[in-house]
């Protein structure tokens, strides 16, 4: 029976292990080392046979166990008197075998102790400094006192935060700052017809007062009962006016209608059989005899634009020649409009040194400022029969608010308006959506 024997020879397939060129034969495929290839497919092989699959498949449940109890026993092993230390400690604890420098200061050649000696000072010893300041005292140079100059900024005031982003920030633009109107620094205009300004509150004189004089109380009381008088007078004339109007209206608007009707009346009795054929030829004339309108040669449209030049550069130096003699009459303009000025503020003075009284509030100027009237005054009068003798059976009337108002309107302060009761609201249209038309086929 014959012996079975290893094969002789390397098993394991050509490997050339270094190769530093690739263009030989020894550079094929087969020479190429394929150990670690076949290392890994035996292992593979050996954890199938062992485990039945690949361990790297199995989930983590199978391949560990978590402890959630603990080693009772461990507690017992480790001896109690040993302490436990931490790593931190131990390096710091360690030393080294090179002694510290010391920190005690070594004594050298240049070295003290750090006090310095005490100078004398000399007392009859004067600097010449001092010498040449008493010397300028003693020809009366005396010297000059400090000069306190006022602050250009305020002390007190917050920084502006404007400022300190213009320095971070100094390609932002600036901004500007509001700038008020001109009218805010002039006087208001008062709407009395004098022209006199009228005080916030008013002076009342005695025919105002709850207990006036006879005289006073006549006086107001003519003065208002020929206001009302003169106003009832006003609103019947109108009435009668408006009367008026309305009948003659309704008579042309009859007579036009008579009239039209009598027309009508003629235009059936006087039938003619040659009226229609005249009015047709007289048509046909006036049609005929009507200029055609032609269109315009360039002739005549060159004629045209060299008369309209011609009346532009007539105009125009004519508005020349006007502003030449203003340039030249530009004294006598100045002079004139000074002297005018000059005579408004004596007519000023003069009116403020003759009649120093103020202005009545009652009667007003006709231009009024606004597109609204001023309100009328309300009627401040007590009739004799409520007339009270005590202060304390005095019943209060009026209107404080309405008052102050009127008064600020008639110091121009204020600019008439009318009450607006309801605001104009935005037109909102409803629609409702044509579902029917959202299909598809």
């Known amino acids: 029976m014959p012996v079975l024997s290893a094969p002789s020879g390397n098993p394991t397939g050509p490997a050339q292990y270094k ?36 361990v790297a498949d199995k989930p983590s449940a199978e391949l560990f166990q978590i402890d959630v109890k603990g080693d009772k026993t461990l507690k017992n092993k480790i001896p109690k008197g040993i302490p436990k230390s931490v790593k931190a400690d131990e390096i710091i604890a360690a030393r080294s075998a090179v002694p510290a420098v010391s920190l005690r200061k070594r004594p050298g050649d240049k070295t003290g102790d750090g006090i310095l000696p005490v100078k004398r000072q000399r007392t009859q010893y004067v600097t010449q400094k001092e010498l040449v300041r008493l010397r300028k005292v003693a020809d009366g140079h005396h010297e000059s006192t400090v000069t306190v100059d006022d602050a250009t900024y305020d002390v007190w005031d917050l920084p502006d935060p404007e400022k300190e982003v213009q320095e971070k920030l100094p390609f932002l633009p600036k901004a500007e700052k509001l ?79 008579a009239a039209e009707a009598r027309a009508d009346l003629s235009e059936w009795e006087e039938d003619s059989a040659w009226e229609g054929f005249e009015s047709g030829g007289e048509e046909v004339v006036s049609a005929i005899s009507k200029k055609k309108k032609e269109r ?34 530009l004294e006598e303009i100045a002079e004139e409009v000074y002297q ?11 009116m403020s040194d003759e009649d120093e009284s103020e202005g009545n509030d009652e009667e007003l100027r006709r231009r009024q400022l606004g597109k609204f009237k001023l309100p009328e005054k309300d009627l401040e009068l007590v009739l004799p029969d409520e007339l009270e003798e005590s202060l ?33 609201q935005a037109k909102v249209k409803v629609t409702e959506k044509w579902t029917y038309k959202d299909f598809t086929i």
């Open 179 to 257: 700038k008020a109107p001109k009218t805010l620094r002039q006087q208001p205009i008062s709407l009395t017809a004098s022209g006199k300004p009228v005080p916030a509150v008013p002076k009342p004189s005695g025919g105002y007062s709850y207990n006036p004089e006879y005289k006073d109380y006549e006086e107001r009381y003519l003065e208002v009962a020929n206001k009302v008088v003169e106003a009832e007078k006003k609103r019947l004339a109108e009435l009668e006016t408006e009367r008026l109007r309305l009948e003659a209206a309704a008579k042309s608007a009859a007579e036009a209608e």
């Open 340 to 350: 005018k000025e000059k005579a408004l503020e004596v007519a000023k003075i003069e």
């Open 19 to 54: 190769q530093p060129s690739r263009k030989g034969k020894k550079a094929w495929r087969k020479n190429v080392d394929v150990t670690d290839v076949e290392k890994g497919l035996e292992e593979l092989n050996d954890e199938i046979i062992i485990h039945g699959e690949k």
């Open 392 to 424: 304390r059976r005095l019943k209060p009337e009026g209107n404080l608010l309405k008052d102050r108002f009127r008064n600020l309107m008639v110091r121009g302060k204020l600019e008439s308006r009318r009450k607006i009761p309801f605001r104009k």
């Open 296 to 329: 315009k040669t360039q002739a005549q449209r060159n004629k045209i634009k060299r008369r309209k030049e011609a009346e532009r550069l007539a105009k125009h130096e004519a508005a020349m020649k006007k502003k030449r003699q203003q340039l030249e009459k």
